[in-house]
């Protein structure tokens, strides 16, 4: 019998180790399941395994869920999300192009949403999915006390308050993270992937595992003799690496 790989994409490890424990009893032909402890790991396995389904917790720091989502349907994937809202929150996945499953995960709804994963692999449907991450995209993006509108960062001695909409890029740093405008830096003690999640995702893009961009001040995307991708942005007379995983961001340029 054919093997199928799995993705299982989960920022919290006992669900996420429970949710490959249940899958690999209910369907034993998923080999490898693939664990990733967040959205960038999981775009590096989908680019690296090619899964058959990937199961998607749709909030993760870093890259979320439906960024990962698409990834992995431009890889050939069905994609099953897991998520803590409730029905009415994502009456949205019943347009049946995606099957969804709340947590906490019981294992009678997760063997009926792989029956519909079966059904879909055996009828190699790929629906048009764009209207579908639209409202999805909409309904999950940081809102009121989740999202990020000003940086309070340290540039020198003083302590400023940088406005979001004067931010070109952020990049790891150390124990930092780097805030860059088109006129100074600044520095702000702040893990990356907990900035990533206060952020727009239609306005700031992470192309990198220690970059995040934004999407208004990106000039052009070369590639140099090797055949890596650097990103540049204006005002700034750096370049920026584009690591594999993030490039489909950026096709067409």
Known sequence: MTRLVALVAEDEAPQRESLCAQLAELWP???PIVPCEDGLAALEAIAEHRPAVAFLDIRMPGVGGLDVARAAIEHGALVVFTTAYDAHAVAAFDAGAIDYVLKPIRIERLAQSL???????????????????????????????NAIRWITAAIGDEVRLIALDDVVYFQADDKYVRVATKAEDALIRLPLKELVAGLDPDAFWQIHRGTVVRVAAVDRMRRDEL???WLSVKGRAERLPVSAAFQRRFRGM
């Open 29 to 31: 032909d998923l080999d």
């Open 115 to 145: 029956v519909r994963v079966r059904e879909r692999l055996a009828s190699r449907a790929r629906p048009d999915l764009d209207a579908l991450f639209g409202e999805l995209a909409a309904r999950f993006k940081p809102a009121g006390d």
């Open 227 to 229: 055949g890596r991708c």
